[in-house]
């Protein structure tokens, strides 16, 4: 009562916040404006540097604007980061929230049976995958989903198990209260964090893993356009155009940092042990 | 007059292959009586209340309420058997849900158990019960003190009206001024509502004074039960006068009377 | 008189604009126990901990701490280690915590004594099942090769002992050391900490929360409420013939005071309580920091904080304080000579 107005904002959330802002803008904009198409050519003006008159950070091999490339890009892997994440996020927080009230034989079960998952080579399955059903964006959400349901399930059972061990779930029990209603109505709302935090920091991996199948060939396929396909298309120029690697490289680095920090601060501001206690 | 609760030959452990937690307990608990179950860690005493509110299942042996056997109580009438057998737990921080008000964590059994809704002046009545003021109603539990959070948890469990209160060490959480505060109210609590207390604790002072009958447990047994005077004054059993000593070595009357 | 081996002088501890412990004046002789007793928020701990140097980073401490004529106060924590590691032991409320768990016992009481001087592998061993044969482990070469949670609480918090005594401390500071533990392993941990200071000529600060099992342990008695120290004095005298009301109201809400030839009397009755809860932190009254939950509080009692009097045994700051019991004279109303150093 007294500590809670002097709660500190953590700067990690503002920074996080402001570059995932950014991120999402880029993205948003894409839809309705991008200072050129983004299959335009400008073939005069191939290789163009950053800062060129028309072309702020200048063009590829093609002559084909980078910061449209950039903006459609960031497009795509929200549309991939933002599917493919909220697909896992139910089923995982589901199962892991099962597993977490099960007895013990399911619970060890299932348990070994996420770390099984985890283990896993996720890339590689996303090839196999993309072998059988061909590349594109569905194939890479469809490989992101499937990767991060255990992941997400993981991080859900040892919350929900803290929680399901405290008095008041004892108490809803004792009141006659089921399971279900007990995971819904006490232990959901307070892994609640948890699974926010955790959601801001897939958030950043399905967006390197996008940029990672892309790079490799079996994400997005043109006209679609995806970061990763951006750098694919600049490794043969690295030597004359460095910028056109170095460009893509920081955008994304920021951008996965800002999913990074904005975790942390979530984390800092959401974890309910955050009030303070007298030291006697 | 037939014992309310009454226990013969309880056996319990968590599966086939865990170690007994209690071992063949007897005992009976008469209508309004105040029972006080002591002993140490690992004694049982937390697991037995457990089982007899029905929390847990007895692995062997029986267990009757109001005559009848618990699990034919919970087959049959488990909302009726619920309502009549509460439990006040330890942590009072850890005993309400930290993301609800009070408001919603109060109202909870009675939602559960009776299928109603609760009008605000009914909470209010059973705060007023327990000593609280109602504004208590619209905080979260971060917002009040150890001894508030028991207050609540207390008046929690008695919006059903029950006929048992089990309460598992209900103030060894708190500081010294408040637990005599939350003692008073539960000893009050028995005499205006009639309640029978069956009290868990590892205190043998705060238990010899609120309970006329003591329960001794050690290692899943019942070592020794009977009046309190006979059990603190003339303990039979060497384990029980062992705890009585120690007990007393700290006390505040052993001090007074020795200088 | 003796000189003292402890001298505090004007210790304040804060965290932020909090000021969690203020003492005027707390003195310990060579070979005396002191027990420090408070309910929570009393900053009992926090006192014991900025004596041996463990405070919280966050704390500040200002006054003046002596201990054998060096001033702590101010000390970095490099030369804070040198001093806790020579003249100071400390044990802790929770053993499990204190102990290394992938470390056996022997080991970590080995590490303990290898601080102590250049001692050959055979020495360390030798000291180490002297030490453990001191705090009474039975079978020390059997025991030395468990690691700590093969241990009993008991056993844990008698190597945590052994390891505080390691190098012949002049001062043994105890936090909680038995809260955590059943009453009859409680009672062994007592007569061990007990035996111990005595044969290694050691003073004792014994912090808890219990007036029992501190009035059990210790000579002097500080009783300490909203990090003042409200009442000191001989355990007895502080049990028996309070003077502070808080002191008073602390005994008579402790269920086991009652006498126990009248113990089936009471049995359902009321205990005699205190009033309200303790604040939080910075939600203390003015002047004495009781007075909102004394039931003998005076208008002088919010006017400023009370000066500290001398009776014949105790110190107490009390604006109206209990009457003295007959025959222990001293106390007269009004006598505040002893607020004077």
Redesign the interface.
Known sequence: MHSRARRRWPVQLTVGAALVGVFVALGLVSLVWTPYDVESLDVAARLAPPGTDGHLLGTDRLGRDVLTQIMVGARNSLLVAVVSTTAALVPGVLVGLMTAASGRAVRETLSRATDVALALPGILIALVLATALGPGNATTMIAITAWFVPVMARVTIGPARQILAREFVEAARAGGRGTWFILMRHVLPNIGPVIIVQTSLLFASAILIEAALSYLGVGAQRPTTSWGMVFNEAQAVVGEAPSLVLIPGVIMVVTVLGFNLLGDGLRAVLDPRQTTKAVT | MAPLVDVGDLSFRY?THQPWVLRSVSLSVPRGA?VGIVG??GSGKSTLIRVL???LTATAGAVTYAGRDIGDWLARH??QF?RD???V???PA??????MRVRR?VA??VR??ERRRVADDELASWLTLVGLDPSVLDRYP??L????LQRV?IA?SLSVNPGVLYADEPTSAL???????V??LL??L??RLGLTLVMVS?????V?????QIVVMRGGAIVEAGP??AV??NPAAEYTR??V?????????????A? | MQPSLLTIRDLTVRIGTHEIVSIDELDLAPGRRLGLVGESGSGKTMTAMSIVGLQPREATVTGSIVFDGRELVGLTDRQFADVRGADMGVVFQDPLRALNPTMRVGKQIGEAVRLTGDLSRAEVKARVHDLMAQVQLPEPERLARRYPHQLSGGQRQRVLIAMAIASRPRLLVADEPTTALDVTVQKGILELIDEVSTENDMSVIFVSHSLGVVRKISDDVAVLYGGRLVEMGPGAAIVDRPRHRYTEALIEANPDHADPEQAEAVIGQPLTTIPGAVPALGNFPSGCRFRDRCPHHLDECADEPPVTRQSDQHRYACWNPATAAVGTGGGSGGERDGAAR
């Open positions: 599966g105040a140490e860690s509110c029905g929390l488990p909302r619920r057998n509460q439990l737990f330890q942590s850890s005993s309400l849900d930290p993301r964590s909870e059994p559960a158990l971060h917002q003190s150890g001894g508030q948890a929690r500081d010294v001024s408040v637990q005599a505060q003692l008073n000893m009050d028995r005499a590892h205190d043998l002072a705060v010899s004074r609120v309970c006329e309190t005077a603190m004054h062992a705890l000593d120690a007990a007393r070595a700290v006390s505040l009357a052993a001090s007074r009377s200088s």
